[in-house]
């Protein structure tokens, strides 16, 4: 579509340029949240419960108030407005609609380990420390609930009024039972994934003050500088008194889209009225922060004798932990995506999510969708193996293709390359890999994956951007996305450059400030070059009409002849005048220099997922990835060989930041697969540091090799699609599939350590 | 205590608790964020500086330790405003994405790449595996570090 509007993709679109943010960062010139002081600064720190289910006795802060040092200790009684509600749209079956609640700061009970109880603020970090610990909590534990289908058991302990029962989505299509019953083959599989961290290199952490207009202002690493509205909410302040200025994060994956600092921030602020800092260390940020929510998954699949997929009947449960969160969302992106992107006449999925006392789940990277990669794809597998067809061929049998309607009711609109994605990432791994020692074994597996992007379509999402020439040409953007390191700001500056003709060292972008910059929502959901790019683009083509409108006269022309190429309009005989003379006559002439462009997705009404009725999302990205192991049969080790991923992204703006989305989102994938587990015993986090939380190392992994296919079928600037989020799917279930290729023996948990992989072969007894 | 060391060129003179790190100190005292705070704990390279010429974490180095030491973060490699050839082979092989491990992973490699000026690939992975990052997968640092060993024009 844009590419007919303008006749050719323009050409620095497609280019890899060298990032803007990425030239301040090797010269260690970007300042992150915690890089920054400011004279007078109080620094904050969060007093945590270490029991995951126990009611609050005594609650004395007088010894800590008495401590050298300090300035405030706050409690659940000090916070103004001391509960967050949130709406979560669209929950239509049996729970009812849903007000996810979440405390401030705990009120006589606290729900999970490491849930914040109080605030202290002091002079010196150390001094707030101490103090910390002088806070007196007598706990009273009580019974708590640490499993999913313990928590929706009959009797077991409630950790909220009412029910443990969080949310609950149904999708029913076609004759399920009918087809499991007459089926040439039938499998049968339950998988488990764990909980993950996000492991951002950078914990949380801002730096707030309020500023000389009397507005609380608060610098911090957010994916969401909306956020804003819920610190004045908390603040019982009007929310134009709050700005929230949104730093270059050291990385987000969903796990800085929650509030995290900013809320205590706010209150320390308003209640000392004084500069105040708060980082949270690693060992908080693993305590302290949300998880990705671990699934168990039951799958019975039925398959004709050719191999194509007839059914699936898929029961899912999930642990929210002691806050809903997004959690009702998170299992909504299951529920949608269970049955892969593949066309199955007859699906029933049973999803259910349940609150436990164990940490709290929410957003991180894949958002609900990636799980469920291991489970449909393992299943695709055993079919293809039980029907003797290879791994490309089975995928290709089975894809969704354009016109195709999900079990949901959702058609697919927009064209589906996954048989080439699939044929392309087998065949990149290239000739087999011998066995470098009698006791390894080399195998290899193949997982595809869908993964929508943009938000749901009944959040009428929408985001907007300011684009405007100053007098000498340059250009300046103005856009309040959260730069999360994918480079989601730089991707704007190109596509400005391209549609107004000037070079990307002549366009300034000012991003993510809630006061300063037009709000673009969260960057989330593998949205923001989608929503914002098409912002920025609509914006950009406004402004060029504008310019080449006032140009027209200047020149004699027609507007519609004219082009904006190299800081100059041109006619088509070939003069030219230079942007800064059209630029002079705007002025003289009072047309404006700027425009602020606003983009709204294609937007929906709620959906009843059990009838089918229709639209979830925008649209989706397709993906595959292959993977060649080497399995020690003497240890279980597992070691990845190769690495090919491979995804349309419709239109890379980018292609090295693109192929940066996959490899890294593909290692990501590899240590959920291989390595990362948060361990808990009663609810009790084992693994609070990076030397017990493994995350890959250089050493851990092998080299990923991109394929970026480019339909240019995205909903995107340019036929653009989401790359965020999906590479990070199919890694574990290509390894489950490379795993069984090797040994013959099939891995259904996660992560596929090597003390878990020697018990599956058998080496560690029984 | 008073501790007199060499940061980046030039003699600094600094008061620090015996129990501070060359962490704190750096971030706290002298305001130099090149360093960064990532585990706190040696584990994740994000605070690495160079100590004498070898890359330490410098969250487990207790300042009074350096006394009389070299101590170079980042932006001591570079003279000016030109970049040293491997920041530059970092750019053009968008090794770099959010940047937090960047300032570690930078003096690590140049480091290493001094005692071993001629590396093979395996041999870097090796030398970066005490610096995580968690959103490039590594490969285009690689990329970067074995584009800078056999740059044209290397002696």
């Not at chain 1, 998954?297 to 004709?304: D, L, N, P, S, V």
Request: aromatic letters at 6%; a negative charge.
């Amino acid at each position: 579509m844009d590419t007919q509007v303008l006749g050719q993709v323009p050409r620095i679109i497609g280019r890899s340029v060298v990032r803007h943010d990425a030239r301040d960062k090797v010269q260690a010139a970007t300042a992150y949240a915690a890089d920054w002081a400011m004279p007078g600064m109080l620094h904050a720190v969060v007093v945590r419960s270490p029991y995951a289910s126990a009611r609050i006795g005594r609650l004395d802060t007088t010894r800590a108030l008495a401590m050298p040092g300090v300035a405030v200790v706050l409690t659940a009684p000090d916070v103004p407005r001391n509960t967050l509600w949130t709406d979560v749209p669209g929950q239509t079956t049996a729970v009812g609609p849903l007000r996810a609640r979440l405390h401030i700061l705990a009120e006589e009970r606290v729900r999970h380990q490491g849930e914040p109880v109080a605030l202290v603020a002091a002079e010196t970090l150390d001094q707030a420390r101490a103090a910390a610990e002088a806070v007196e909590v007598e706990y009273e534990p009580c019974p708590g609930v640490f499993d999913p289908e313990a928590a929706l058991a009959p009797g077991a302990p409630l950790v909220h009024e009412g029910t443990n029962l969080l949310a609950h989505w149904r999708v029913t299509r076609g004759d399920v039972e009918g087809a499991l019953a007459s089926a040439a083959t039938v499998v049968e599989g339950e998988y488990r994934t764990q909980f993950v961290d996000s492991s951002y290199l950078e914990p949380e952490s801002g730096v707030a003050w309020l500023d000389a207009d009397g507005v609380i202002t608060i610098r911090v690493s957010t994916q969401v500088i909306e956020h804003f509205r819920d610190v004045a909410e908390v603040l019982a302040v009007p929310q134009n008194r709050v700005r929230v200025i949104g730093t270059y994060l050291g990385g987000g994956f969903g796990g800085k889209e929650d509030v995290t600092v900013e809320v205590y921030l706010g209150l320390l602020v308003l209640r000392t009225g004084r500069p105040v800092k708060m980082v949270w260390s690693r060992q908080e940020s693993l305590l302290g922060r949300a998880k990705r929510h671990p699934y168990l998954m039951h799958y019975r699949t039925a398959a004709a004798s050719t191999g194509e997929i007839l059914a699936h009947d898929i029961t899912l449960v999930s642990d929210a932990g002691a806050y809903a969160y997004l959690s009702a969302l998170v299992l909504l992106y299951s529920t949608v995506t269970a049955a892969g992107p593949y066309r199955v006449p007859s699906v029933r999925v049973d999803a259910r999510v349940a609150y436990t006392n164990n940490p709290p789940t929410s957003a991180m990277r894949g958002f609900g969708a990636m799980q469920m990669v291991f489970g449909y794809e393992s299943q695709v597998d055993r079919v293809a193996r039980a029907r003797g067809l290879d791994p490309v061929r089975i995928r290709a049998l089975n894809a969704l293709r354009r016109g195709d309607t999900l079990p949901v009711g959702q058609v697919i609109e927009t064209h589906v390359a996954l048989p080439e994605l699939a044929a392309r990432a087998w065949a990149g791994l290239g000739e087999p890999s011998r066995p470098r020692a009698p006791h390894l074994r080399v195998g290899r597996g193949l997982a595809s994956n869908f993964q929508p992007y943009g938000r749901i379509v009944w959040l009428h999402d929408w985001s907007s951007a300011w684009v405007g020439f100053e007098m000498d040409g340059s250009l300046v953007v103005r856009c309040g996305a959260p730069d999360v390191g994918g480079g989601q700001a730089s991707s704007l500056c190109q596509i400005a450059a391209a549609v107004l003709g000037v070079e990307l060292e002549r366009v300034t972008i000012h991003i993510s400030d809630s006061a300063l910059t037009p709000l673009a929502g969260t960057t989330t959901a593998s949205r923001q070059l989608y929503m914002s790019g098409n912002a920025v683009l609509k914006a950009c083509r406004e402004l060029r009409e504008q310019i080449l409108g006032v140009a027209a006269t200047l020149l004699g022309a027609e507007p519609t002849t004219l082009t904006l190429v190299d800081n100059a309009a041109w006619a088509p005989d070939g003069r030219q005048l230079p942007l800064a003379d059209v630029l002079r006559q705007c002025a003289r002439v009072g047309v404006p220099r700027s425009h602020l462009g606003v983009y709204h997705a294609p937007a929906g009404e709620p959906v009843d997922l059990e009838r089918g009725q229709g639209k979830v999302f925008p649209d989706y990205t397709f993906g595959a990835h292959a993977v060649e192991v080497e399995v020690d049969l003497e240890t279980g080790q597992v070691r990845v060989r190769k690495h090919v991923a491979a995804h349309d992204v419709g239109r890379a703006i980018n292609p090295q930041s693109v192929a940066g989305q996959i490899q890294g989102g593909a290692v990501q994938g590899l240590g959920y697969g291989l390595m990362e587990e948060i361990l808990l015993e009663e609810g009790i986090n084992l693994t609070t540091s990076f030397a017990s939380y493994l995350i890959p190392s250089a050493a851990d992994v092998a080299d990923v090799e991109p394929v970026i296919l480019e339909s240019g079928e995205g909903l995107g600037p340019f036929g653009a699609r989401g790359i965020g989020e999906p590479p990070i799917g199919p890694p574990a279930a290509a390894l489950a599939n490379a795993i069984a290729d090797a040994t013959g023996v099939r891995v259904t948990t996660l992560p596929i350590t090597a003390e878990r992989m020697a018990r599956a072969l058998g080496l560690l007894g029984p | 205590m008073i501790v007199n060391f060499i940061l980046n060129g030039r003699p600094r003179q600094i008061e620090a608790p015996a129990n501070e790190t060359l962490l704190q100190t750096l971030r706290d005292t002298l305001g130099n964020f090149d360093a960064k705070e990532g585990c706190n704990e040696g584990v994740c390279g994000a605070c690495t500086v160079l100590l004498d010429g070898r890359p330490v974490a410098s969250c487990l180095v207790l300042t009074p330790t350096v006394r009389a030491h070299t101590v170079v973060t980042l932006r001591g490699v570079q003279s000016g405003d030109d970049l040293h050839p491997l920041q530059q082979a970092f750019l053009d092989h968008g090794a770099v994405q959010c940047g937090f491990c960047t300032p570690g992973i930078l003096l690590t490699a140049l480091a290493f790449l001094e005692r071993h000026p001629r590396p093979d690939r395996e041999d870097v992975r090796v030398a970066l595996a005490g610096n995580l990052c968690r959103c490039t997968g590594y490969t285009k640092i690689l990329d970067a570090v074995q584009a800078y060993v056999s740059r044209p024009g290397r002696s």
